[in-house]
């Protein structure tokens, strides 16, 4: 995948997207303890540990592929709210389903945040930036079928099912983004 430029950090109307820092450990760990969270994602809250490696899986999609997720921060407070961003995970799934070959993309927020719109906000610009900056035509994204929540994001976004499949010994839908020509 082509090495993305252009700035690492995306301000939307109510969201700051930046890198992650070392500092988000704590907030990040809060999050992904959180069973609401993990329930459709890793299936059950994770450590500080398993927190702290995700911040670090975060950071080497910048530094290995010029893409990755951001940190998503609540402009109004300063608060940490979320991960949303694209990535590359080459998850293991049959190469008919050509779910590897775009960028992922992928979002989580905290339920504190639910229903205010932030997922979709920050999806858009997440997408928005690799459109502009990776010069890509599809983006996949994989959500359980019972996340209607995240399904609704992905609809709002532009995704549209394209393929159902277990991933980890769990149903899960593969979405689409197609992206049409100017």
Not at 158 to 176: C, I, N, Q
Request: with cysteine.
């Amino acid at each position: 995948m082509p090495e993305a430029g252009g700035s690492r950090t995306i301000e939307t109307e109510r969201l700051l997207l930046r890198p992650h820092r070392p500092e988000d450990h704590a907030a990040a760990t809060t999050l992904w303890a959180d069973p609401i969270v993990t329930r459709y994602t890793s299936g059950r809250p994770q450590s500080a540990e398993e927190s702290w490696s995700r911040l670090m899986r975060y950071a080497g999609h910048w530094a290995m592929l010029g893409f990755g997720y951001w940190a998503v921060v609540e402009q109004k407070t300063g608060r940490y709210v979320g991960d949303v961003g694209l990535s590359s995970f080459l998850r293991d799934l049959p190469d008919r389903l050509n779910f590897n070959t775009a960028p992922e993309a992928g979002w989580v927020l905290s339920p504190a945040v639910h229903g205010k719109g932030y997922a979709t906000e920050a999806v858009r610009a997440a997408l928005a930036w690799g459109e502009a900056n990776l010069g890509v035509k599809r983006f996949v994204c994989l959500i359980h079928p019972e996340n209607l929540a995240s399904l609704r994001v992905a609809e709002k976004t532009g995704f549209t099912p394209y393929a159902r499949t277990r991933y980890k010994d769990a149903p899960a839908v593969l979405l689409e983004r197609i992206v049409l020509p100017d």
